[in-house]
């Protein structure tokens, strides 16, 4: 079974400081993705990236950068966090080519920025 | 702008009822069309999806139907159990492996 992983469940953090969401896949996937899902805004792109050390901005990459470093692994950071970015972030990953569509997503980081 | 519009936000529905939520979209080029489930504490997960070239597709109790004329599809649970209380969002994806997610629905299966 595909698993993806985020490194927490629950996250405090005060404004400004420099928050760093992990997020590790076990099964080769070339596609990884952060979203926030916020109610009544389902869930929102914010970057993806379909291969070690690309990225592309989603549609709402403000506030956001991420890095992929090695295939298994892609990091959301906040550089600056604020009160707006409290949210729930999901990661998830997905294989490339014809037929392959799922996306298998993490359980989920709740994030609160005090 | 909503790639992918769903509605109602909200169901309830009686054990052993139907339930039925809808999605549109706008853009033709989109080739598969999926519907997520989400538990609470959980990551969304997949239930089912369609490709543009059938009308209906069936998985036990949950089918989604397709009408390309109308750019619309729906995803209908047949004898809900309150098992099926989460969250379902539709999407539909184009050539680049993204997918756009409509803002979910809420629906509860009270016994």
């Known amino acids: 079974d595909v698993k993806v992983t985020q490194s927490s469940r629950y996250l405090v953090k005060r404004t400004g400081e420099k928050v760093f969401l992990e997020c590790v896949q076990d099964?080769?996937?070339?596609?990884m993705f952060w979203y926030r899902q916020d109610p009544g805004l389902g869930l929102r792109l914010i970057y993806f990236s379909y291969d070690v050390k690309m990225k592309e901005k989603g549609d709402i990459p403000e506030g956001y950068s991420v890095s992929r470093e090695k295939k298994e692994r892609f990091s959301l950071i906040l550089e600056s966090a604020s009160t707006n970015q409290t949210s729930m972030y999901l990661c998830a990953s997905s294989q490339t080519g014809t037929g392959y569509n799922e996306q298998f997503f993490g359980p989920g980081t709740r994030l609160t920025v005090l | 702008q909503q790639q992918v519009k769903q509605s109602p936000q909200s169901l309830i529905v009686q054990k052993g009822g139907i339930s039925i939520i809808n999605c549109a979209y706008e853009?033709?080029?989109?080739?598969?069309f999926p519907w997520y489930q989400q538990f609470p504490g959980k990551g969304p997960a997949l239930l089912i999806a369609i490709r543009p070239d059938v009308s209906e597709k069936k998985e036990g109790r949950f089918t989604i139907s397709f009408n390309k004329s109308a750019k619309q599809f729906s995803l209908h649970i047949m004898d809900s159990q309150p098992g099926d209380s989460a969250t379902y969002f539709c999407a539909a994806k184009a050539g680049n492996n993204r997918l756009a997610f409509g803002k979910g629905n809420q629906v509860v299966v009270i016994p």
């Open positions: 853009n033709t080029a989109f080739d598969y």
């Open positions: 099964m080769d996937h070339e596609n």
